[in-house]
């Protein structure tokens, strides 16, 4: 699922998203699960799309012993069609159970995250991205990023050092523009930056630099921010059933996770390593 682009830090154009891990070397064990190879003979997966392989074979080889797909005799896990994801979708709402999120603990909820329902908050940001990138050398890039902090936050810091600084260290495009963001609201930004700039609770941050570096999936930064619209909060009953929704989707996912850990847990895994429980947990 795709939206717009993240302003900035997170965006696609910063250049610092990790790569994909390199492939298992030449002569490593052949990947499989329950004696089904995942690979063809010279294909190459990265570690994610393995794993993500592993899982799908993992949910197939279930559905055939729970007769909702018929057996084949394969020596590598083979691609699924629509009809049987649907089977495999159809045994997974039969068999793990998503408990459904009731009034109360949907306003218990809103009451513990209230700063995440605020309508229309914003904020003015500039800021400075130490990427990390492979091959960086990440203690040397966070002495420099730490460097650069103590100096913009010094009572005697020169005006327009900060904007100075973007535009020598800032490894994010906005930069060439002293690190301004512009006004930028939750959707914005990097998850780890929406969280520092919106939605922590009670804390003492308002205008100015960061007196500490946050750390993203894209790096370190120095923030500052400029100004701020705080937004306004919708009553309980008006979000009721948004919140309803996101409570069982969360269910659901966790769920579904400890459902695979079963299967994880009674497979026998070859060249791959996923995480497994020894005993059901799905209540």
């Known amino acids: 699922?795709?939206?717009?682009?993240?302003?900035?830090?997170?965006?696609?154009?910063?250049g610092c998203a990790a790569s994909a891990s390199a492939p298992a070397a030449a002569g490593a064990e052949t990947p499989s699960v329950n004696g089904v190879r995942l690979v063809g003979p010279g294909e190459r997966l990265g570690t994610d799309?393995?794993?993500?392989?592993?899982?799908?074979?993992?949910?197939?080889?279930?559905?055939?012993?729970?007769g909702r797909l018929p057996a084949q005799d394969v020596q590598t896990a083979p691609p699924l069609?629509?009809?049987?994801?649907?089977?495999?979708?159809?045994?997974?709402?039969?068999?793990?159970?998503?408990?459904?999120?009731?009034?109360?603990?949907?306003?218990r909820h809103y009451e513990a995250h209230r700063q995440r329902y605020l309508v229309g908050q914003a904020r003015h940001v500039r800021h400075i991205l130490f990427a990390v990138t492979p091959g960086v050398d990440v203690h040397r890039l966070a002495q420099r990023a730490e460097a650069a902090l103590l100096e913009l936050t010094r009572k005697d810091a020169e005006p327009g050092r900060f904007e100075a600084l973007a535009r020598e260290l800032s490894n994010c495009p906005s930069g060439a523009q002293g690190g301004d963001l512009?006004?930028?609201?939750?959707?914005?930004?990097?998850?780890?930056?929406?969280?520092?700039?919106?939605?922590?609770?009670?804390s003492a941050w308002g205008m100015g630099v960061h007196p500490r570096l946050v750390h993203s999936r894209h790096g370190l930064h120095i923030v500052e921010v400029l100004g701020r619209r705080n937004g306004t909060l919708p009553?309980?009953?008006?979000?009721?059933e948004r919140i309803a929704d996101e409570?069982?989707?969360q269910a659901r996912a966790v769920a579904w996770r400890q459902y695979m850990q079963i299967l994880v847990g009674e497979a026998?895994?070859?060249?791959?390593?996923?995480?497994g429980a020894g005993s059901p947990l799905v209540q």
């Open 1 to 14: 699922m795709t939206g717009h682009e993240p302003s900035g830090c997170g965006s696609g154009h910063c």
């Open 49 to 66: 799309e393995l794993r993500e392989r592993a899982h799908t074979e993992l949910l197939r080889q279930a559905a055939v012993r729970r």
């Open 81 to 107: 069609n629509a009809d049987q994801r649907a089977a495999i979708e159809a045994m997974l709402d039969d068999e793990v159970t998503v408990p459904v999120p009731d009034a109360e603990s949907c306003r």
């Open 182 to 202: 512009g006004w930028i609201a939750p959707e914005d930004c990097a998850p780890e930056l929406a969280n520092e700039l919106f939605h922590l609770r009670d």
């Open 235 to 240: 009553p309980f009953e008006a979000i009721a």
């Open 247 to 249: 409570l069982a989707l």
């Open 268 to 275: 026998t895994l070859c060249g791959i390593a996923l995480d």
